[in-house]
């Protein structure tokens, strides 16, 4: 009897992905240089950089490309998460190396940056590492570290150096501390955030759970909310608190203004409320009857019950929603930097106003990175309080 689910001859993903990454390498510059930041730079493709020992570092290239005529096996899978992660780390070096080499001395204002052959192949080896990760474990912890290990190469070569003479490394170090507080900012926005949003919407949530008269007004008004636009919200915060602050001066003292921080936070709350309620009233309703009726047989009280019982269980998909809630408030918070409140989106901002992509990518980059960490890190604690699958 023939198999009902027989076995690819081939992993039809990864050989996308392979002859994607080929041709963003071949028809992409690799890396653009120009004689300064306000330029736009020469596409420089990866042919005319490597030398004759240089296209040894397209080896895992043509691994990849081998691993993708198998079945996504195990060994298979792993093997071609060690070449995505080979392949990333040696385009990057030739990147540094190729900065380097076209540097012109440290009196030089000429600038090599990344081009978008090297970002098109950095992700499409993330694309394939994660590929691979699902086929080798279906742990999600696991999946997250070995996800997070491809980077680790890439991390030694920033801190070692080796990338100093990239456009974008050059930008970091002419705005390292105005980057550091543009950090805190953002980290500021991201806490003060949250607290707030827990307070609200937690309570929230269990109300709606509990009373439909309280559900049947407060959802749609929530997605009103959510449906406004963020520029449009963070302006009509700005009278109403700049009235405040005139009517009570030392509203003003404590920060609370029409600009700033205040209407910014105030903003993204508004915003993190419509996720956060239903996750609540999503995980409360996602326990058992007969668990709850079995801690009701055993003499439990309703505030037992909840803290007990019903909280422990819904506490997973609670925090998917606090996931959300968190990667959401870091992106929404690069444009609360049009009303003053500072972070990642004042340095994006400032560089989209003097054309100087690197100075925009010195600003997007590490929220996106940012996001990725705070997804995972949720991701991660959710899977360790999931029970376990049968």
């Not at 963003?24 to 330029?39: C, E, I, K, Q, T």
């Not at 990057?92 to 192949?121: D, F, K």
């Not at 449009?232 to 921080?261: D, M, R, V």
């Not at 205040?262 to 309703?285: K, T």
Request: charged content about 10%.
């Amino acid at each position: 009897m023939p198999d009902a689910h027989p076995t690819p001859r081939l992993n039809p993903v990864l050989l996308l992905l392979t002859v994607l990454l080929a041709l963003s390498l071949a028809g992409l510059g690799f890396v653009s240089h120009a004689p300064n930041r306000l330029v736009s730079g020469e596409a420089m493709p990866l042919a005319g950089l490597l030398h004759a020992t240089g296209w040894l570092r397209l080896l895992p290239l043509a691994g990849l490309a081998g691993l993708a005529c198998v079945p996504p096996r195990r060994a298979a899978s792993l093997a071609a998460l060690l070449l995505a992660e080979v392949l990333l780390f040696t385009l990057t070096q030739q990147a540094g190396l190729t900065a380097q080499a076209l540097s012109g001395g440290e009196e030089s204002i000429a600038r090599t940056s990344l081009g978008g052959g090297y970002w098109a192949a950095a992700a499409l080896c993330l694309l394939i590492g994660a590929d691979a990760v699902t086929h080798i474990t279906a742990q999600r912890g696991l999946r997250l570290l070995l996800g997070a290990q491809m980077v680790l190469p890439v991390a030694a070569l920033l801190v070692s150096g080796r990338l100093d003479a990239l456009s974008l490394m050059q930008e970091y170090a002419n705005r390292e501390e105005v980057f550091n507080d543009a950090l805190w900012q953002h980290l500021g926005l991201l806490g003060g955030t949250l607290l707030p949003s827990l307070l609200i919407g937690l309570p929230l949530g269990v109300l709606c759970y509990r009373s439909a008269r309280w559900r049947a007004p407060l959802f749609p008004l929530l997605n009103i909310i959510q449906t406004i636009p963020s520029i449009a919200l963070f302006g009509l915060l700005l009278a109403p608190l700049a009235g405040l602050a005139a009517a009570w001066p030392w509203l003003a003292h404590l920060g609370i203004s029409g600009i700033g921080t205040a209407p910014a936070i105030i903003a993204l709350v508004l915003y993190s409320l419509l996720p956060l309620v239903r996750s609540v009233v999503a995980g409360l309703a996602s326990v058992p009857a007969h668990v709850q009726e079995a801690a009701r047989g055993m003499g439990m009280t309703r505030g037992q019950l909840f803290r007990q019982v019903q909280l422990p269980l819904a506490l997973p998909v609670i925090l998917s929603g606090v996931r959300v809630v968190a990667v959401q408030t870091v992106g929404l918070a690069m444009v609360a930097a049009l009303i003053g409140a500072g972070g990642f989106g004042a340095i994006m901002f400032q560089g989209l106003l003097s054309s100087a992509l690197d100075l925009v990518l010195l600003g997007v980059i590490p929220v996106v990175l940012m996001a990725v960490v705070i997804d995972g890190l949720f991701t991660f604690l959710v899977s360790v309080l999931e029970p376990p699958r049968r």
